[in-house]
């Protein structure tokens, strides 16, 4: 017989068989933990908890009133499997510990895979009657989208490059950086003074993009981070744009990484 979510939730015993260890009342809908693991409940996506699927929308702000601030972000999906839902669902989620994905930015589209999931939160009333009463939520069954890649267009070529311009994408090519001593005015860092490390991503057809224009100062890149990936093959998340080299004159425009929100060694083709 199949059961919904919430008959699913009304009541959970503990047992090591489908049939309840104590007798329950008559008048009560319940499920076992054996049951419950054996067909997982319907998420608020409108798929399994713990079934892999694939989430658009937009990242919004959590409504917390006035503690609420710029990193209670959550998941506002509007489509699931790129099928629209009837009305967006907010979802708070979690990023996974070992998944190559950015931190989602207020306001902007996102495009996840994943799974939901979920636990129970908070503390019953009655157990009030036997410890003092602390801040809590209800005791309630609740769910998080656990996040475990974010899909982005992927650049391995010049033509990847001209094809995508103009968006964020997964830019995967070899770390090149280059250390210089620059005249003044040329680096975007006022008073800078001693060598100055740029880099590179080369492409698979050997294109060069440049990590932001050489003029910018966030071209400047970290002792740690040139260490960490210099000759690796990486990925790089990042806005890439056509933009004129400022230093020279009668220089074409090129490709460039203009904003860039992670950086992580480059893992076997999924």
């Known amino acids: 017989m199949k059961r919904t979510f919430l008959a699913a939730l009304s009541l959970i015993v503990i047992s090591t068989s489908a049939t309840p260890a104590i007798p329950l009342p008559p008048d009560m809908s319940a499920v076992s933990i054996v049951d419950f693991n054996q067909q997982p409940p319907i998420g608020n996506l409108g798929q399994p908890l713990g079934k892999i699927t694939t ?16 990193l209670d972000l959550v998941l506002s999906v509007e489509a699931v499997n790129d099928r629209p839902l009837p009305q967006p669902v907010i979802i708070p989620f979690k990023i996974f510990e070992t998944a190559q994905v950015a931190t989602p930015i207020l306001g902007r589209s996102f495009r996840y895979v994943g799974y939901e999931t979920g636990s129970f939160t908070g503390v019953p009333a009655a157990a009030f009657q036997f410890v003092p009463a602390v801040a809590t939520t209800d005791y309630r069954f609740t769910t998080i ?32 950086a280059h250390s210089r001593k620059p005249a003044a005015g040329q680096t975007g ?36 981070e040139v260490r960490a990936y210099t000759g690796k093959t990486v990925s790089v998340v990042g806005k890439i744009q056509l933009q004129t080299d400022n230093r020279r004159s009668n220089t074409a425009p090129r490709s460039m990484l203009t904003s860039m929100d992670g950086i992580w060694l480059e893992r076997s083709p999924q």
């Open 145 to 176: 989208y656990q996040v475990l890649r974010e899909e982005l267009d992927r650049v391995r070529t010049k033509a990847d490059l001209i094809r995508f311009n103009d968006r964020r994408v997964q830019v995967i090519g070899k770390y090149i």
């Open 189 to 224: 860092v006022i008073g800078f003074q001693g060598n100055y490390t740029t880099a590179n991503i080369e492409l698979a057809d050997g294109t060069l993009v440049p990590l932001f224009p050489p003029d910018n100062k966030q071209s400047l890149r970290s002792a740690d």
């Open 55 to 70: 989430i658009s929308g937009v990242v919004r702000q959590a409504l917390l009133g006035a503690k609420s601030t710029n």
